[in-house]
């Protein structure tokens, strides 16, 4: 590949054991953590070492530098939107060469919905670990985590509406935070704090920033203490009672309203993003 700049020296994904905990961190903090498809296939395989390990009791995920995750690369030389990788768990056939709603309908049910279940569904308990933007997609990682320790400067916001799209595709919003602020969260597209976050019920702890990571992992190492299948089954019957609540459905269900809007801008635009991208995206969110 000729557009390979010196970020990708490093990996993206990186992973590390201290103690009985992984700590699995997203490492492109150039480009706020943004998450290119190389990226997702790095973090399934460091969740799955992590699982397949026996002297690993906890997972902590998060994002190297200054913000956990600005979302999906929408816009980064190293986006990667068309390139296929060989999968392990298939949701569907390759996408990248298929075309119109196919190529996209395809590749978000595989990335994206189909990589955030089956890591929410890890048996064993995760933490996302949150400092600056959590933005978009980088919502889904956050979610799909057991629990979420935010720092005090942490921000949360999905606005991806500025597309004329109904929310990123793992649809939780209405089950991690209520109904009422989810529409708000997603009619105004603005930033939300960690103090709101928490009192929202949307994260379990506001932690000043410089403590972050000594107090997550505190958290972490007491959940790795506990009974391997014990947690893990009480990890499945709160995620059971969960997707009896709606949040499987849900997601399935808003899955065809998110793709009738990617149809919807390649119909009336120029893509299915409807013609945004990163740029665009932070200048919106910037209110200009
Ligand atoms: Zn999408």
């Known amino acids: 590949m000729s557009d390979q700049p010196q970020e990708s020296a490093e990996p993206l994904v990186t992973y590390e054991q201290r103690g009985a905990v992984a700590l699995i961190t997203m490492n492109r903090p150039g480009v706020r953590n943004a998450q290119n498809a190389d990226m ?3 973090l399934d395989n460091a969740f799955l070492r992590a699982v397949n390990d026996d002297s690993v009791g906890a997972i902590i995920l998060a994002g190297a530098g200054d913000h956990f995750s600005a979302g999906h690369d929408i816009g980064t030389p190293l986006r990667d ?3 296929n990788f060989e999968r392990r768990a298939t ?3 390759p996408h990248e060469d298929k075309a119109g709603a196919e190529a996209i309908f395809v590749r978000e049910a595989e990335l994206y919905v189909g990589m955030c279940r089956r890591w929410r569904e890890l048996p064993k308990p995760t933490i996302a670990m949150v400092q600056g933007a959590c933005i978009a997609g980088g919502l889904m990682l956050a979610w ?3 629990l979420i320790v935010a720092s005090d400067d942490a921000f949360f916001a999905d606005p991806v509406l ?11 919003h209405p089950f991690v935070m209520n109904p009422r602020i989810a529409k708000e969260f997603l ?3 603005e930033r939300m704090t960690a103090a709101r976050a928490y009192e929202a019920g949307m994260v379990n702890r506001v932690i000043p920033r410089a403590e972050l990571e000594a107090r997550t992992f505190e958290i972490a190492n007491k959940l790795a203490a506990q009974p391997r299948f014990g947690i893990a089954l009480a990890k499945r019957a709160i995620n059971q009672a969960e997707d009896r609540m709606g949040l499987r459905d849900s997601i399935d269900a808003v899955y065809g309203l998110h793709h009738v809007a990617h149809a919807h801008n390649s119909l009336t635009s120029t893509d299915h993003l409807a013609g945004q991208d990163a740029r665009s995206m932070a200048a919106a969110q910037r209110g200009k």
């Open 40 to 42: 997702t296939f790095q």
């Open 162 to 172: 500025k597309m004329g799209i109904p929310g990123v595709e793992y649809f939780a």
């Open 144 to 146: 799909v985590c057991d």
């Open 91 to 93: 949701t569907y056939w």
């Open 187 to 189: 009619y105004l597209g």
């Open 81 to 83: 939107i068309h390139r």
